[in-house]
């Protein structure tokens, strides 16, 4: 009596008798190609973070160096012996008036920039009417005027409002060239927020006032950071308003104030550094706390 035994044998998947558990060849090469090092991208950041850096190392070392030093040895010198003294300078003079009038300035003119705008986004996404709408695109022309081209009646203006060298003449123009890039960033982010949100809020009896700030307000922090950061940036290094609009040292902002550092004999190089270097401070601070907010900010109103 014969036994018959059949041995079975694994079946090959695919024209090359491939295993079950192989990967398929595209998958295997678009694999490969995900993991090859981006040379030309690593390069690149390589490069701009060098870009970035070197004024930093420049500001930093150049602060810490004597003036004697630093025409001797050179802008790119290691500052050696190292001294503070350029800081002791600057906050013995008029540094810190100058600081604390570029925090009124810049914390009014962002307020007002960001209520105004926070206002206007809501009621221009929530409401059908198309004079709001037509208002929306109006504000956006705002976006195409340089603030030199208008100086002239904007000084005119100051003046006959009788706010000419008060902060409120560098404040209420700082606002107002901040809107539009303000609306066009909360407009963005409060279209994100469903629809079906608002109706749940109106079923539950809430007012327009309330899912403004119950539900708009939560909704809009990223949005409303990154508006925020951009706005303080432009308020905090604002040149032309505080120099055309204000005249008295009482009213000066850093801005205008680092003037001081230059003599009769030149410009105190390492302590307009030291100055500048202090005048950083507060946009490291502020962009070390709201980072997070700021990635996300810029991402809002591009998902519809």
Request: glycine content about 8%; charged content about 10%.
């Amino acid at each position: 009596m014969t036994t018959e035994t059949s041995t079975s044998h694994p079946v090959g998947h695919g024209s090359h008798g491939q295993g079950p558990d192989a990967p398929h060849p595209a998958k295997a090469r678009a694999n490969k190609k995900r993991n090859r090092p981006a040379w030309l991208t690593g390069s690149l950041v390589a490069v701009w973070t060098i870009v970035v850096a070197f004024p930093l190392y420049f500001l930093v070392t150049t602060s810490l160096r004597q003036q004697g030093g630093y025409i001797v040895d050179g802008p790119l010198a290691l500052p050696w012996p190292i001294t503070f003294q350029n800081y002791f300078d600057v906050l013995n003079s008029q540094f810190m008036r100058y600081f604390v009038n570029n925090i009124i300035v810049t914390v009014g003119a962002v307020s007002l920039s960001v209520v105004f705008a926070l206002f206007a986004s809501y009621a221009i996404v929530r409401s059908r009417s198309k004079l709001l709408r037509r208002f929306f695109y109006f504000m956006l022309l705002g976006l195409a005027i340089p603030a030199q081209a208008v100086i002239i009646p904007l000084y005119l203006i100051i003046n006959e409002l009788h706010l000419y060298d008060t902060l409120w003449a560098i404040i209420l123009p700082a606002a107002a060239f901040g809107l539009p890039l303000a609306i066009l960033v909360l407009v963005g982010s409060l279209r994100d927020i469903p629809g079906e949100l608002y109706e749940s809020m109106e079923l539950d009896g809430a007012t327009p006032w309330v899912a403004f700030r119950q539900l708009v307000i939560p909704l809009s922090r990223p949005a409303i950071s990154t508006v925020t950061i951009y706005l303080a940036l432009g308020a905090w290094n604002g040149f032309l308003f505080p120099l055309v609009l204000t005249q008295s040292e009482d009213v000066r902002v850093l801005t205008l104030g680092l003037w001081d550092f230059q003599t009769q004999f030149g410009v105190n190089i390492p302590g307009l550094t030291a100055a500048v270097t202090l005048s950083l401070i507060p946009l490291v601070v502020l962009y070390l706390f709201g980072r997070k907010q700021l990635l996300s900010g810029l991402t809002a109103g591009f998902s519809k």
